[in-house]
C-alpha cells in the first residue's frame, strides 16, 4: 500500500554546540532539617481520620547535568534543577471504593517553592476533602454542562488536544491523523489561542516543568503557535518531517534511553475574551437549566488521563477527576461527588466549549507516550462546557477494612 505522507525519514541540520557550565548545590538554599520538619508535619494530618489507609509527603531537590553528543557534530550540555513537594493521601469508602488526592509543587529553586503556611493550609484540605469524599454520593453517567477549573483544564488539553498536534503522528497510517487536513481551518472556538513553548519557564507566577533549551534531538526548542483565535497554524515537530513541515522545532523528546519522538513541552491556553469565575458560574446554571439538567457539574481536580489516537479502537479519551462538585439550578449548596470518569471524543468535545476565563493554573507533571516519560507543563484558564460525558469510575471489589488502623487504637 503506498503511503500517504511521502517527506523524508529524518532532517539534516547544522550541528549545534551549546555548553552551560556547571552548577554546585550550595548555590541553592536547601535546608535539609528543615523539610524534613515541615514534611513530617504534614505527613501527620493523615492521622485525622482513620479510613484515611495511605498518607505520605516527600520532597527532593536534584541537579540534572544532561548531555546529547551525536555523529552529526552536535555537543549540548543543559543543566536542569529541580525542587518538589509532593503531599497525597488515600481514603476507603464502605463500598471499597479508594479515592486518591495529591497536592504536587514545582519550582527550579527550593527557595522558590509555596511557603510551610501555604502548604500546610493545602494538606489540611486536602485532608477535608478526603473526609468528605468518604461518604460522598456515587455519581451516576451523566451529560451535561461543566466547568472545568484551570488545572483540571490544562489536563483535559494535554490529553484531547496536544496529543494529536504532535507532527510525528501524522506519519504513521495506523493513527487517527486528527488533524493532519484541517491545517487553517477552525478547530477551536475563536476565542482560543493555544502554542508550546519549551523555553517558557515562569507562567502564572508558577515554574514551568517543560522547559528546556535543546531538545533530545540536538535541535533547538521553539515557541509553536499551535491554534490562532482557533484556526489551527502548526505541529509540534521532531526531526521526523511530514508533508508541509520539513522541519523541527525543538520538540524531540525521550526519556533516558527511548527514541525520541515528537512530545509536548509547554502548552498554554489563552483566551482573547476571559469571563471571571461569577460569570462562568452564572452560565453554567443557566446552561443546566436550559438542558433541563437539575446541576451541572465543576470539576474541580484531576489526577490525569489518557487518549487513544488509533484507529482500530475509538479515538477517544479518558480524563480522571478527583475532585467533582454538582452544582445545583435551584441554589443548593454545592455538593461532592464521587466516581467520576470525564469520557468522550476528541472532535466533537472541542465544539462544545463555550467560554474560559477565571484563575489560569499550572499543571507540572510527567507525560508518558512512545518514548517515555517526559516532564511537562499545561497552562489553562477555566473552561465552560456545553455538554460533557461522564461515567462511572472503575472500582475495587475488596470489602472495606475489617481491623482498624493501627494507631487509631
Known amino acids: 500500500m503506498e503511503e500517504e505522507d511521502k517527506s523524508s525519514d529524518y532532517t539534516m541540520e547544522d550541528p549545534k554546540n551549546y555548553i552551560e557550565p556547571p552548577i554546585q548545590p550550595e548555590n541553592f538554599n536547601y535546608d535539609i532539617a528543615s523539610w524534613e520538619m515541615r514534611l513530617n508535619k504534614y505527613s501527620v494530618m493523615f492521622l485525622k481520620d482513620s479510613a484515611i489507609f495511605s498518607g505520605q509527603s516527600y520532597g527532593n531537590f536534584q541537579i540534572t547535568r544532561k548531555y546529547f553528543i551525536s555523529s552529526n557534530g552536535d555537543r549540548i550540555v543543559q543543566n536542569i534543577p529541580t525542587a518538589r513537594v509532593y503531599i497525597s493521601g488515600n481514603i476507603k469508602a464502605k463500598d471499597g471504593m479508594e479515592m486518591p488526592l495529591y497536592e504536587s509543587y514545582f519550582a527550579y529553586k527550593p527557595e522558590a517553592l509555596p511557603t510551610d503556611e501555604s502548604m500546610t493550609k493545602d494538606a489540611n484540605t486536602l485532608v477535608n476533602n478526603l473526609i468528605a469524599l468518604k461518604t460522598a454520593p456515587v455519581a451516576d453517567p451523566y451529560t451535561g454542562p461543566a466547568l472545568l477549573t484551570g488545572r483540571a483544564a490544562g489536563v483535559f488539553f ?211 507516550a512512545e518514548s517515555g516519560g517526559v516532564s511537562v507543563s499545561a497552562a489553562c484558564p477555566m473552561l465552560l462546557v456545553k455538554t460533557i460525558e461522564t461515567q462511572k469510575k472503575s472500582k475495587s471489589q475488596e470489602r472495606s477494612f475489617i481491623l482498624p488502623r493501627p494507631d487509631s487504637n
Do not use: W
Request: charged share 25%.
Open 158 to 368: 494535554h490529553e484531547i488536544f496536544g496529543h494529536r498536534v504532535e507532527g510525528q503522528r501524522m506519519k504513521n497510517e495506523n493513527d487517527a491523523q486528527t488533524f493532519k487536513k484541517k491545517v487553517n481551518e477552525l478547530v477551536l472556538p475563536a476565542t482560543l489561542s493555544v502554542y508550546c513553548d519549551p523555553q517558557l519557564k515562569n507562567y502564572a507566577d508558577q515554574d514551568l516543568n517543560g522547559y528546556y533549551i535543546y531538545d533530545d534531538q540536538g535541535s533547538k526548542g521553539e515557541r509553536v503557535n499551535i491554534v490562532q483565535s482557533g484556526v489551527l497554524k502548526d505541529f509540534l515537530m521532531s526531526r521526523t518531517p511530514i508533508t508541509g513541515f520539513s522541519k523541527s522545532n525543538g520538540h524531540g523528546r525521550a526519556q533516558m534511553g527511548r527514541q525520541p519522538f515528537a512530545r509536548q513541552s509547554n502548552l498554554i491556553v489563552e483566551t482573547s475574551q476571559p469571563k471571571t469565575y461569577e460569570q462562568l458560574r452564572s452560565e453554567l446554571i443557566k446552561l443546566a437549566k436550559e438542558q433541563n439538567k437539575p446541576y451541572g457539574y465543576l470539576f474541580d481536580d484531576v489526577v490525569g488521563g489518557f487518549t487513544l489516537t488509533g484507529r482500530f479502537i475509538p479515538n477517544a479519551f479518558n480524563v480522571t477527576p478527583v475532585l467533582v462538585y454538582r452544582v445545583y439550578t435551584d441554589g443548593r449548596p454545592d455538593e461532592i461527588v464521587r466516581g467520576v470518569d470525564m469520557i468522550g471524543t476528541p472532535l466533537s468535545m472541542f465544539s462544545q466549549i463555550d467560554q474560559a476565563g477565571g484563575k489560569t493554573e499550572v499543571f507540572n507533571g510527567t507525560c508518558g
